[in-house]
C-alpha cells in the first residue's frame, strides 16, 4: 500500500509517516519547509525530515511546494497513492495577517491543487485532510459563559462544539477564512465528484516533536518556555481562555480508522474533547506541579479572533469511528513534550560547551 502524506516534517504529517511506515507502508512526503520562511529558524521542519529518512528505509521525501500545480500533478500521477493525508498549510491564526498571499495560496490554492490532481489519478483513495476550528471564526464566542476561578465554561451545560454551528457572520481571522475555503471545497469535491474525503476540524494538536513558536503550537511552546526559562506571553482573558489538546498520535490513529471507513465529503471536529481541555492558568499550575516555573507577562489585549472557550464535542466522531479511543491524557501529554524539550535543551548545552 502506497500512502502521499503532504506537510510531512510537521507535527501531524511526521506522526503519520511513523505510523505507516511502522505498518509496512510505502510512503511518500511532501514538505519544502515553508514553516522556516513562516516562522525563521525555530520553526523548521528540516530536522524531523532528516529523522524520517534516516529511521525509515520505505520512506521517500520530495521537496515539493503544494502551490507548484504541475509539480503536484506529477507527483500524484507518479505515485497514485492509496491514501492521501494533507497536512501542509501555513498554520499560524496572527501570522497570516502580514501575508495573506502567502497564507490564502498555500491553504486554499494548495489544496486545490491537491484535490484536482487525486480526482484525475486516484479518485477513489480516502484523503484526510486537516482543517481547522477557526472556520467557526469567533462564533463560539457569542455562546454564553461562565467565568469559574481558573477558566472559563459554557454556561448551558453543553460538552462543547459539534458541527452543526454555523461558519457564517463572525471574524475568522485570515488564516481562518483560507481555511474556510479549503475545508468547503474539500466537502464539495467529496459530495461533488463521491470521493472519500475528511475534513477534520482540530484545534490544539500537539505532540513532543511539534516545532512550536509564539504564533502556533501553545502547548509545546509554553512548556518550551518552562524549560527554557523564556518569557511567555499571556495575551487577554484573564489567562482563563480554554483549548482541548489532542496527541498527534491519536489524530493519526483516526486518519487510519478514516482510511479503513471512508466516507464522502464529511467534516468532523477533533480534539482532546472536555477531558483534555484546560486554561492557560491551568496549564501555568500543571507545569508548577510538575516542577517546571513558567516566566509571564500578561497583556490585556486579547489576539484577534481568539476563542474564549473552544472544547470539542466529539460526538460524531466517535460515532462513526467507534473503535477509535483517545490514547493521552494531560499528564501523559505534557510530560512526553517536557521530556523532548528537557533532551533538546541539554544536547544544545553540550554544543555549545563543547
Known amino acids: 500500500m502506497k500512502a502521499l502524506i503532504t506537510g510531512s516534517g510537521g507535527l501531524i504529517g511526521s506522526e503519520c509517516v511513523r505510523l505507516l511506515s511502522a505498518e509496512g507502508w510505502q510512503v511518500a512526503g511532501a514538505d519544502n519547509d515553508m514553516r522556516r520562511q513562516f516562522f525563521g529558524e525555530q520553526g523548521t521542519t528540516r530536522p524531523v525530515v532528516d529523522e524520517l529518512r534516516a529511521t525509515f528505509p520505505n520512506y521517500r521525501h520530495f521537496d515539493l511546494d503544494i502551490r507548484d500545480r504541475q509539480s503536484v ?65 469567533d462564533r463560539p464566542n457569542q455562546i454564553p459563559l461562565t467565568e469559574l476561578e481558573t477558566r472559563y465554561d459554557y454556561a448551558d451545560g453543553r460538552v462543547g462544539i459539534d458541527e452543526t454551528m454555523s461558519i457564517d457572520a463572525c471574524l475568522h481571522s485570515v488564516f481562518g477564512a483560507s481555511k474556510v475555503a479549503a475545508d468547503v471545497m474539500c466537502q464539495e469535491f467529496g459530495r461533488y465528484f463521491q470521493m472519500p474525503v475528511g475534513v477534520f476540524r482540530g484545534g490544539c494538536f500537539t505532540g513532543p516533536q511539534h516545532a512550536a513558536v509564539e504564533l502556533h503550537g501553545y502547548l509545546a511552546y509554553i512548556v518550551y518556555c518552562a524549560i527554557t526559562g523564556t518569557e511567555y506571553t499571556v495575551y487577554g482573558y484573564k489567562g482563563k481562555q480554554v483549548r482541548d489538546q489532542i496527541h498527534c498520535q491519536d489524530v493519526g490513529r483516526l486518519f ?35 516542577g517546571l516555573h513558567l516566566n509571564y507577562q500578561y497583556k490585556e489585549m486579547n489576539r484577534t479572533g481568539d476563542h474564549l472557550c473552544y472544547i470539542t464535542d466529539l460526538g460524531k466522531v466517535r460515532s462513526h469511528f467507534p473503535n477509535w479511543k483517545l490514547g493521552h491524557d494531560l499528564p501523559k501529554i505534557i510530560s512526553s513534550i517536557a521530556d523532548r524539550q528537557t533532551a533538546k535543551a541539554a544536547r544544545q548545552s553540550v554544543s555549545v560547551t563543547s
Open 256 to 290: 487510519l480508522e478514516f482510511f479503513h471507513h471512508p466516507r464522502c465529503g464529511e467534516a468532523y471536529n477533533l480534539g482532546g474533547g472536555r477531558e483534555n481541555s484546560l486554561s492557560i492558568r491551568e496549564t501555568i499550575d500543571m507545569l508548577s506541579s510538575m
Open 73 to 137: 500533478r506529477d507527483l500524484f500521477r507518479d505515485q497514485r497513492p492509496d491514501f492521501i493525508i494533507h497536512t501542509a498549510a501555513q498554520p499560524s491564526h496572527d501570522r497570516a495577517a502580514a501575508i495573506p498571499y502567502d497564507d490564502f495560496d498555500v491553504n486554499a490554492g494548495g489544496t486545490m491543487n491537491i484535490l484536482v490532481a487525486a480526482r484525475d489519478f486516484c479518485r477513489e483513495s480516502p484523503l484526510c485532510f486537516t482543517s481547522t476550528n477557526k472556520v467557526y471564526g
